[in-house]
């Protein structure tokens, strides 16, 4: 077919995809002729919040467009990893879009603004913007806590039938009930501060500890995420002020250096929580691993939160994708 727009670009964590985005993919696919369809968060470890890997969430959609009929080369799938700046983050999507709808004379934007998460349109003014006409509520949120809450019901009634399938499928394995386990650690969290006057704010520090091309990590050993690597630190001890607590994280006394504040509100599921980061010359003895630079900055998928972010902005080695 020949539409207006030789490309719509379609932005979505897709956490897991439900009927309103198959509903917005089909009316997208009557406007343009190919649907790129832009997966946020990519590379990123499983979290209660982004519970699937890229290569799930990309099994998922097809199944859903297949059973809905559309052909396999009217959608083209491109992705980008959370940034925590909408500036560097819209650069990547355009680069990725660039990518992946070679020969392109048109490229419109797909959408729905609907809530805070949906200001990042506004970073496209150049693309023609079609909003949805889709009327809908639904959000991800609700599947994931029917899928936590094993509430197949709701499940049956909030995605397309073969994304139902697979997760039940998936429901069954492994890492879902560390998922689960993990979102019911997070849930108690919040729950812990629902009375609080304020919203409360976390304060932690952490090292970048580097010898040439490596650089120190250590295992993260509490829920949520466990076993993810970080860089070595945590929260303010009480009674100490953060060089005084980072010293006693490394267990080193050593002079360090503060270099950069890294405040992103979304970039812990536990709240707020703001990272002081630091730069150390200095051997930890309490624990951790040495790794090659090269091969941490290569593994996004093993760090929790934002700490390979953090670890990219603190060497100056940025990727986008």
Same mark, same amino acid.
């Given at each position: 077919m020949t539409s207006a727009f030789s490309h719509g670009v379609f932005v979505g964590r897709f956490q897991p995809p439900h009927t309103t985005h198959l509903a917005v993919m089909l009316e997208a696919l009557a406007r343009v002729d190919v649907l790129v369809i832009v997966l946020g968060s990519t590379r990123s470890a499983r979290t209660p919040k982004n519970p699937f890997t890229d290569e799930?969430? /990309?099994?998922?959609?097809?199944?859903?467009?297949?059973?809905?009929?559309?052909?396999?080369?009217?959608?083209?799938?491109?992705?980008?990893?959370?940034?925590?700046?909408?500036?560097?983050?819209?650069?990547?999507?355009?680069?990725e879009v660039a990518r992946r709808a070679l020969g392109a004379t048109r490229v419109a934007l797909i959408g729905h603004e609907k809530d805070a998460s949906s200001t990042y349109l506004r970073e496209f003014p150049d693309w023609p913007y079609l909003p949805t006409r889709v009327k809908?509520?639904?959000?991800?949120? /609700?599947?994931?806590?029917?899928?936590?809450?094993?509430?197949?019901?709701?499940? #049956?009634?909030?995605?397309?039938?073969?994304?139902?399938?697979?997760?039940?499928?998936?429901? #069954?394995?492994?890492?879902?009930? #560390?998922?689960?386990?993990?979102?019911?650690?997070?849930?108690?969290?919040h729950a812990a501060f629902v009375n609080a006057p304020v919203p409360p704010t976390f304060l932690s520090v952490h090292a &970048?500890?580097?010898?040439?091309?490596?650089?120190?990590?250590?295992?993260?050993? #509490? /829920?949520?995420?466990?076993?993810?690597?970080? &860089?070595?630190?945590?929260? &303010?001890?009480?009674?100490?002020?953060?060089?005084?607590?980072?010293?006693?994280?490394?267990n080193v006394d050593v002079d360090v250096s503060l270099c950069r504040i890294f405040d992103h509100p979304d970039r812990s599921l536990l709240g707020r929580e703001v990272m002081l980061a630091y730069e150390v010359d200095a051997e930890p003895t309490n624990g951790g691993e040495w790794w090659n630079l090269s091969d941490a900055l290569a593994a996004p998928e093993s760090f929790y939160a934002d700490h390979h972010r953090a670890l990219e902005v603190l060497t100056n080695t940025s990727r986008g994708t």
């Open positions: 799930e969430r /990309r099994e998922m959609i097809a199944v859903a467009l297949d059973y809905a009929g559309v052909p396999r080369e009217r959608f083209v799938f491109g992705g980008v990893r959370d940034l925590y700046d909408m500036r560097l983050w819209a650069r990547a999507v355009r680069e809908s509520d639904l959000s991800a949120t /609700r599947v994931r806590r029917a899928l936590f809450d094993l509430d197949f019901g709701t499940i #049956e009634r909030l995605v397309p039938p073969p994304v139902a399938t697979f997760l039940k499928v998936f429901s #069954e394995q492994s890492a879902f009930a #560390e998922l689960r386990d993990d979102d019911a650690f997070v849930r108690r969290w &970048l500890v580097r010898r040439g091309d490596r650089v120190w990590l250590k295992r993260r050993d #509490e /829920r949520p995420n466990s076993g993810l690597w970080t &860089l070595p630190g945590g929260r &303010l001890f009480e009674r100490l002020g953060a060089e005084a607590s980072l010293r006693r994280y490394l």
